[in-house]
Each structure stands twice: as structure tokens, then as C-alpha cells.
């Protein structure tokens, strides 16, 4: 793994993603790390009905080019489901920076592909993105600081390809599909039995 490290967020550009906010923290990175990282958003602009708004989008647009970042932050229209797998072969982290989220299904995607993921502190985070096993966790600017200076201790020992694959099987296990399925049909098949012993009695 060689830099420049490219850096995911993936999110329709909405206020609750924070791209604008991530935008600015990401400043805070280049100032320390120069061209060793790259930041590449992903996600509909308002240019279709429901998804998106325009006004936050050009505002993004603006700080970019305010911050003298034109060069190292890259903006992606929404990428079909089918190309997100080619996306995250590219990457090498994943950054949830959102208000609110209910799964932010991105972040399982990417680790499941092997990305590294950086959580922001949103209701639930550590439920359904545990650390150490899925994810490193954030609750500030500083904090997020300090995983880009893990990530490089990561990769300079020799670390980062390990970590990468563990993570990738927690995530495959704990979030993958047939799983999910299997306990919802177990979940429900208790609900029922429940249900029967009751009527029973």
C-alpha cells in the first residue's frame, strides 16, 4: 500500500453527511500529511428529485476551491450499485462523518472489500460498527486526526493488510446478507413458537 491514500465518503450531498464539515477537516490533514492523502465524495448532487441538494453542493464546490483543495479532493456523481465494488477497490478508507445514520451501508460495503473505516460518532455507530473489529471510532476533529496517524503507524509496520482482512470477515459475518437472513428467519420462527405456546395455554 503506497500513498496517496485515498479516502471514501459516500453520501448524497445532504446536510446531515457533512461533506461540507469533512471538507474542512480534511484541510486539517493536507496541512499535515501534503499530497499523502486524497479525498474522493461520491453521491447525487440534486440534479435528480429527491436525492441531494443543489445549494449545499455548490457549497462544497466553493470551500474546495476556497481551501486551495481542487487537487486533492475529487467529486463523484452517484455511482450505480453495480460500479460501487470497482470504487472501493481504489480506496483505502472509508469515512462516515454523518449526523444521523441508520446502517450507512457504504461502510460495510467498503470493509467488506477491505478498506479500513473511520466512524464518526452518530446514535448507534458502535452497535452496528464495533471497534477494533469493524472500524476505528471518532468523536472530533482531533480525534479523526489521530486515525490518519494510526493508519500511517498501520502501514509502515507492516500491520495493515492483516487488519484489513479481519475486518473484512467481521463485516462478512456480522452484516453479510445470508446472515442477516438466517436470524430474522430465526427471530421470527421464535416470535411464531411463542405465539403457538400461547394460544396453547
Not at 469533512?22 to 435528480?48: C, H, N, P, S
Not at 452518530?122 to 486526526?145: A, I, N, Q
Amino acid at each position: 500500500m503506497e500513498p496517496p491514500y485515498r479516502i471514501c465518503l459516500v453520501g448524497n450531498f445532504v446536510p446531515k453527511k457533512r461533506q461540507y464539515t469533512t471538507i474542512q477537516m480534511f484541510y486539517d490533514v493536507v496541512q499535515e500529511f501534503g499530497d499523502e492523502f486524497k479525498l474522493d465524495i461520491v453521491g447525487a448532487r440534486g440534479m435528480w428529485t429527491g436525492y441531494g441538494n443543489p445549494e449545499y453542493f455548490i457549497n462544497c464546490q466553493d470551500l474546495i476551491e476556497d481551501l486551495g483543495l481542487k487537487d486533492k479532493v475529487s467529486i463523484f456523481d452517484k455511482i450505480a450499485f453495480q460500479e460501487m465494488p470497482d470504487l472501493y477497490k481504489r480506496e483505502h478508507i472509508i469515512l462516515s462523518t454523518s449526523n444521523e445514520e441508520g446502517t450507512h451501508v457504504s461502510v460495510a460495503e467498503a470493509v467488506a472489500s477491505g478498506c479500513f473505516a473511520f466512524v464518526g460518532n452518530w446514535r448507534g455507530s458502535s452497535d452496528v460498527y464495533p471497534e477494533p473489529e469493524t472500524c476505528w471510532h471518532f468523536k472530533s476533529p482531533g480525534e479523526l486526526m489521530g486515525l490518519f496517524r494510526r493508519f500511517k503507524e498501520c502501514v509502515s509496520s507492516g500491520e495493515a493488510a492483516e487488519r484489513s482482512r479481519t475486518c473484512s470477515e467481521h463485516v462478512h459475518k456480522t452484516l453479510g446478507g445470508t446472515d442477516r437472513y438466517d436470524r430474522m428467519v430465526k427471530v421470527m420462527e421464535q416470535a411464531l413458537k411463542a405465539r403457538r405456546e400461547g394460544v396453547e395455554a
